[in-house]
């Protein structure tokens, strides 16, 4: 194996100066160092390479061939140096790479392709990619590193995980477009009681989901016992149920916003107690410090913030 030479990176670009100078005064004037420091620079390259590098004439000094082939790479290598800065710059005002951001159904519809655009303007070199998925799916997810960062309803963490809680969201009780003559009642109210959702059969998810949580707590604050008609973990599947008039269900605005306003499903907001989820981003401890994360909860933000004006969300 060839031995290195072990060059000192300020004795190239001693030699530099001073051939491009043709001086050793001059090139310690520039450098602001003392001439015998230069020369001895010069003299242990000369003795690295084993051949003259310059030669000594009345006005001063010139490369020799060697010096000339030796100043060329230097040029050249000088020229890497500032390249390597500029992309070490450029690397820190920008980034690249790739970040999975996992949202809930109940989210997605609404926020997804405002994100990716918000984030590939600010991040051109960033690759985002949206994994949707259940609330307690995408905290997991987080915790095994399937994704980066996700956003999930009412998030319990430990130390390992980091939440920005970003908004509050109302929870309503969620029914048919036209309610049979049994809920005819229903018409009248602006807001729905707590205390009333033992009048009604509710289509829920299974426990520990959030939305079963919330609706029980709410239940034994009311003192009232649910008429639970059927257990339905599916988005999807639960409101087929609820449209085809089996019952109601308690969700966020977020899933059903495009039912609401399409007018094939109601929904009014709980009140005494008000039910509320709140609504956070989530990612690994260890990574808070992650510019890519840092741009991408900025960005989340700022959506959430531009749809403020939504009377079923409060932002945080």
């Not at 070199?125 to 999930?152: C, P």
Request: glycine share 6%; aromatic share 6%.
């Amino acid at each position: 194996m060839a031995k290195t030479l072990g060059l000192d990176f300020e004795d190239l670009h001693t030699f530099s100066v001073v051939a491009r100078l043709k001086s050793f005064s001059r090139a310690a004037e520039n450098l602001r160092v003392a001439q015998s420091a230069l020369s001895r620079r010069v003299q242990r390259l000369e003795y690295q390479f084993g051949m003259p590098l310059l030669e000594r004439h009345s006005r001063g000094v010139r490369a020799t061939e060697a010096g000339m082939f030796l100043l060329t790479k230097i040029e050249w290598l000088e020229g890497e140096v500032d390249k390597i800065q500029q992309d070490m710059i450029a690397l820190k005002n920008s980034l690249v790479g790739e970040l999975r951001l996992a949202l809930p159904h109940g989210v997605i519809q609404f926020l997804a392709v405002k994100i990716i655009e918000l984030y590939r303007d600010r991040c051109p070199g960033m690759k985002l990619r949206i994994v949707e998925g259940k609330s307690s799916s995408n905290q997991d997810a987080v915790l095994d590193g399937t994704v980066d960062a996700a956003m999930v309803y009412d998030p319990v963490c430990g130390t390992e995980i980091t939440m920005l809680p970003i908004l509050f969201e109302r929870r309503l009780i969620v029914g048919p477009a036209e309610p049979s003559a049994a809920f005819a009642w229903l018409k009248d109210l602006q807001n729905f009681p707590a205390a009333k959702l033992s009048m009604l059969p509710l289509i829920l998810p299974s426990s520990p989901h959030h939305i079963r949580q919330a609706v029980e707590a709410a239940a034994d604050k009311c003192g009232i016992t649910l008429n639970i008609a059927l257990e339905i973990d599916g988005l999807s599947a639960l409101r087929t149920m609820v449209k085809n008039g089996l019952g109601y269900t308690v969700l966020p605005y977020g899933p059903v916003h495009q039912d609401i306003e399409a007018h094939t499903l109601t929904g009014l907001p709980i009140i005494d107690p008000v039910l509320e989820c709140m609504v956070g981003i989530l990612y690994r401890t260890s990574r808070q410090d992650s510019r890519a994360l840092i741009e991408l909860t900025k960005v989340i933000r700022e959506v959430v913030q531009s749809l403020r004006q939504n009377p079923y969300w409060r932002s945080i």
